[in-house]
Structure formats: C-alpha cells, structure tokens
C-alpha cells in the first residue's frame, strides 16, 4: 500500500487549529526564550536598507506605481495627440487664409494689368 501524504494524515480537528506564530520568540530546544536584539544587529538592518518607516511608507504605495504609471504615460500621450491634432489644423486654417489672401492679389494684380493696357 502506498504511503498517504502528510495532509491527508492529520486529523481535521488538526488542519483547521489555528497556527501561532511568534515573530518576537523563537524555540529552542525545548523553551521558548524572547530574542535578544543588539545594537549592532538593529543598527545593521537600518544602515544596509534604510530606515524601517520609510520602507514600510513606500511599500504601502508599491501597489500603486504600475497603474500611475500607465495613467500618467496614458495622459502625456492623449495631450501629444490632441496637442499635434491643434497644430495641424491651425497650420491648415493659416494655409487657407494665405492662399485666398494671395489669390486675391493675384486676382487684383490681373485687374491692375488689365487696366493699364
């Protein structure tokens, strides 16, 4: 016969016990002592990565960055579309007024002519 997995050996009354963890104690051997924290090992922590609230103050947004990213490269492409769409109209709207302005000096440059001879 096959040996049953580690989860299917536990009673149920064991699987849904909720599990301590004692992050401020570790074991030993057979007692559970409270962790010793010296200066060197605090001070080690600080000065490798930085002071703990400000990573805590940053982790808290790092959820955040990819979506203000997007929003923020989603709102300088929409204003450089809209932006470049405006100038071109006004350069078309600038070519028209120039060339009916020019088309009717030409026109009063023939009746000028026109009248001379």
């Known amino acids: 016969m096959l040996p049953r997995p580690a989860i299917l050996q ?28 010296t200066f060197t090992a605090s001070s080690r922590c600080n000065s490798s990565g930085g002071s703990s609230s400000l990573k805590d103050g940053l982790a808290a947004f790092k959820a955040f960055g990819r979506p203000f990213g997007k929003v923020f490269l989603g709102a300088i492409l929409t204003y450089q579309i809209l932006y470049w769409t405006w100038l071109k109209l006004e350069t078309d ?18 009746e000028m002519v026109s009248t001379r001879k």
């Open 10 to 37: 536990r009673s149920a009354a064991t699987m849904f016990r909720p599990q301590l963890q004692l992050s401020y104690m570790h074991r030993s051997k057979n007692s559970l002592s409270p962790r010793s924290r």
């Open 93 to 110: 709207e600038s070519k028209l007024e120039k060339n009916g302005e020019i088309a009717a000096l030409e026109s009063q440059a023939r």
